[in-house]
């Protein structure tokens, strides 16, 4: 056996289905490009018509195979209509990764309860509800894989994010409990938890103060690039050399959260 025969083995995605809920969004579409050339067949999901037509057409030009729908993950009906795409595509669904988020940056005091409910609503609830809906059909075909998006500040606090740290420490305890809830049918449940990855959501945090802080934090003084997210979430997702991983919370943040000072 040659070493890319033993590597797609372990790592490989081929003839398997991962629907991506946030796929048209930096992170998602980096995501759904290396689960798609890793052989998997991608369903990009995201709010809008517009940015999942752009998104499979860029995965197209990587030769992978994909097919989108619009959701609104604080949906249940919603959900359940994207999982019906999906299922259309091969009859079955193999992965489920959970990118969708919003982030507003406030003082403690200035913290909207709206803005708060927003936040929670797309980042925990969406992430509760998707695994629900996904979970039924994965019960009827044998199992499946769910990837879900933590953060850095699921347990360290950081500065003006109070909302959106508050929903990404539920969405790593929510995955740590659909893992153990499902641990003997055949559903693994992992989160990955990125440090600093700019992104539209988070650019206009990031003033001159708050950069260096992070900088400082960052035992390797640099941001991270979503490409560097990929390796992560094969091993989590892949059958093989997943087979035993679950409820894990994996940190890919360049150090952050081993970084004393």
């Keep these: 056996m040659s070493s890319s025969q033993y590597l797609s083995g372990l790592f490989g995605l081929d003839g398997q289905v991962a629907v991506v809920i946030g796929g048209a969004g930096a992170l998602g579409l980096c995501l759904s490009t290396g689960l798609g050339k890793a052989g998997a067949k991608i369903v990009v999901a995201d709010v809008a018509e517009d940015p999942c037509k752009k998104a499979v057409a860029k995965l197209a030009e990587e030769g992978i195979e994909a097919i989108w729908a619009t959701v609104d993950v604080t949906c249940k009906d919603s959900l359940r209509k994207l999982r019906d795409e999906a299922l259309k595509l091969t009859g079955k669904v193999d992965m489920l990764v959970n990118c969708a988020g919003i982030n507003v940056g406030n003082n403690f005091i200035d913290v909207d309860p709206d803005q708060w409910d927003k936040i929670m609503s797309v980042n925990l609830k969406g992430t509760m509800i998707s695994c629900q809906?996904?979970?039924?059909?994965?019960l009827k075909t044998g199992g499946g894989?769910?990837?879900?998006?933590?953060s850095v500040n699921s347990d360290r606090p950081l500065s003006r994010v109070f909302a959106y740290a508050a929903s990404k420490a539920g969405v790593v305890n929510l995955t740590k409990n659909i893992a153990q809830e499902f641990a003997t049918q055949g559903i693994r449940a992992n989160a990955i938890c990125p440090g600093f990855f700019p992104a539209e959501q988070n650019k206009k945090l990031l003033d001159e103060k708050r950069v260096e802080n992070i900088m400082n934090g960052t035992p390797m003084r640099r941001y991270g690039d979503p490409a560097e997210l990929i390796g992560a979430a094969i091993l989590l997702l892949s059958k093989n050399s997943?087979?035993?991983?679950t409820g894990a919370a994996l940190y890919v943040d360049g150090g952050f959260t081993c970084s004393w000072f």
């Design 133 to 138: 809906v996904f979970i039924e059909s994965m």
């Design 242 to 245: 997943g087979s035993y991983i």
């Design 145 to 150: 894989s769910i990837l879900n998006i933590g």
